[in-house]
């Protein structure tokens, strides 16, 4: 069986403040993210996701730049063991800058959650 591509297309992200905006009756939290899901998600049957970084929060656009590639390289490898949901997730800034590896780990284990 061949298996999808971990891609990151157009149709997969959530766009424009109605996309955002309704209720999101899943509620993950961690360390450093939160994530919103509610069932929906795309035509072709995999889950969308949306990513919100306030400039309050990462002041510096290098960082949260670094922070939304993380977040999407997550999404991307598990895009289609999520099923038809639309994810939100919310960065909740520590003081300190954190490792790369350990802030993927941590979003793994959130949608590991959300999608079982």
């Excluded at 069932?39 to 049957?45: A, M, T």
């Amino acid at each position: 069986m061949i298996e999808p591509r971990a891609t990151f297309p157009r149709s997969v992200r959530l766009r424009g403040a109605a996309q955002f905006t309704g209720t999101f009756p899943g509620r993950f939290r961690s360390k450093h993210f939160l994530l919103l899901t509610r069932p929906g998600g795309s035509e072709k049957g995999s889950a969308r996701l949306g990513i919100i970084i306030g400039r309050r929060q990462v002041s510096g656009s290098v960082e949260r730049s670094r922070l939304r590639r993380i977040i999407r390289e997550a999404f991307r490898m598990c895009r289609y063991e999520l099923g038809r949901i639309d994810v939100v997730v919310k960065y909740r800034p520590e003081p300190m800058k954190q490792k790369k590896a350990l802030l993927r780990d941590e979003l793994n284990a959130l949608l590991e959650q959300a999608g079982a």
